[in-house]
């Protein structure tokens, strides 16, 4: 807890909110459902029986958070084995704030850039499949909200338009595909 009393002031000093540190597995579970921290600083060791490599496990099968491992091992079986969970960094202690921050500013930068290649691979596969069911423009329009993760009232919102008007397009696009909901419209047009 020390080594993360010192981690945490350095947070602190390059302008960064750091969350409470947690020392075991279910403690970081915890934390990550009450937090919902944007990155997370994973000590390889830790004293138990599961370790910072099993929480970065439970991370990426659970949420959508890069994390840097931490680690005064930098051995071939210890990195090899930290390679399997993808981490955003590998810090190797002890390590400098330059370090730190740089380690940080990679792995948030490089976790939004691929969020957004995905967000654009997926509109291009919605876009392809629109025109196979000759949607208006309109239509496409809203189905690239909807695909986005907005609700009707923020789409009609975004676009300037009724409410009633976005459930009336969305009611003709069911209609066009043989589906009814959003979601198994946004299934259909992935297929």
Do not use: C, W
């Not at 602190?12 to 279910?26: E, M, W």
């Not at 809203?142 to 397009?169: D, P, W, Y």
């Amino acid at each position: 807890m020390i080594i993360a009393e010192t981690i945490r002031l350095a947070l602190l000093k390059l302008n960064y909110t750091p969350i409470r540190a947690t020392n075991s597995y279910a403690s970081t579970v915890k934390m990550l459902e009450e937090e919902k921290p944007a990155l997370l600083l994973l000590d390889i060791n830790l004293n138990d029986e599961l370790d910072g490599i099993d929480i970065a496990h439970y991370v990426n099968e659970n949420y959508e958070i890069p994390f840097v491992f931490l680690t005064a091992n930098s051995d071939r079986s210890t990195i090899e084995r930290a390679k399997q969970k993808r981490p955003a960094a590998f810090l190797v202690k002890p390590f400098g704030n330059d370090d730190l921050l740089s380690a940080i500013e990679i792995a948030l930068f490089n976790h939004e850039s691929r969020k957004n290649e995905a967000m654009l691979t997926k509109q291009n596969l919605l876009l392809k499949s629109m025109v196979k069911y000759e949607l208006t423009a309109r239509e496409e329009e809203i189905m690239l909200q909807v695909s986005g993760g907005l609700r009707q009232k923020e789409i009609a919102n975004k676009l300037f338009i009724s409410e009633s008007t976005v459930k009336k397009h969305l009611s003709n696009l069911y209609q066009k595909l043989g589906v009814q909901s959003s979601i198994d419209a946004l299934n259909k047009l992935l297929e």
